[in-house]
T-cell receptor
Framework: GAVVSQHPSRVICKSGTSVKIECRSL??????MFWYRQFPKQSLMLMAT?????????EQGVEKDKFLINHASLTLSTLTVTSAHPEDSSFYIC????????????FGEGSRLTVL | GQNIDQPTEMTATEGAIVQINCTYQ??????LFWYQQHAGEAPTFLSY??LDGLEEKGRFSSFLSRSKGYSYLLLKELQMKDSASYLC??????????WGAGTKLIIKP
């Protein structure tokens, strides 16, 4: 099956710093990538939809300036958590859908962010 | 509003069969997905149903009734490694996935 790679898998940072998480589709072109946040024992919460070459579409309540998303190519989307605070600590997961495909999503491995 | 309901937690015995139900109310329907998620890991795809009926894939089967807004995931010959959360998700008319909160399945020897 298709492979989506997410990096880093774990990151610990100090409060006030910025952290970048990368999501790559390794063997297919992904025109659309999705970024989720998951709190313990809760379901995935969609943060934003990232389309290659255009601005991301953010879900209600998600701060655009706080969570910067860039989808510069058909195989790479990045999420930057700016000026991170302890409440931003969470499990962040990306997923990708192949071009023209309205079906299965392929998920990255997830990134656990801990802000001290 | 849009809503996906599934039990919070279920317990079953190794070697047995378990059925995890999911009911949904969404704006349109473009398919229902089941994902397995082990603690601390990303979800992995199990099944996709868009037509009514039963889809069988090895030890796992998934059933859909669109008229009832209902699906279930059936796991047979349970193994300890099947202990995980099982997420039900529906793709709505805008091709957005609406996620259930997940069912934590505990397998006992």
């Amino acid at each position: 099956g298709a492979v989506v790679s997410q990096h880093p898998s774990r990151v610990i940072c100090k409060s006030g710093t910025s952290v970048k998480i990368e999501c790559r589709s390794l063997d297919f072109q992904a025109t659309t990538m999705f970024w989720y946040r998951q709190f313990p024992k809760q379901s995935l919460m969609l943060m934003a939809t990232s389309n290659e070459g255009s601005k991301a579409t953010y879900e209600q309540g998600v701060e655009k300036d706080k969570f910067l998303i860039n989808h510069a190519s058909l195989t790479l989307s990045t999420l930057t958590v700016t000026s991170a605070h302890p409440e931003d600590s969470s499990f962040y997961i990306c997923s990708a859908r192949a071009s023209g495909d309205t079906g299965e999503l392929f998920f990255g491995e997830g990134s656990r962010l801990t802000v001290l | 509003g849009q809503n996906i309901d599934q039990p919070t937690e279920m317990t079953a015995t190794e070697g047995a069969i378990v059925q995890i139900n999911c009911t949904y109310q969404t704006s349109g329907f473009n398919g229902l997905f089941w994902y397995q998620q082990h603690a601390g890991e990303a979800p992995t795809f199990l099944s996709y149903n868009v037509l009514d009926g039963l889809e069988e894939k090895g030890r796992f089967s998934s059933f859909l009734s669109r008229s009832k807004g209902y699906s279930y995931l059936l796991l047979k010959e349970l193994q300890m490694k099947d202990s995980a959360s099982y997420l039900c998700a529906v793709m709505d008319s805008n091709y957005q996935l609406i996620w259930g909160a997940g069912t934590k399945l505990i397998i006992k020897p």
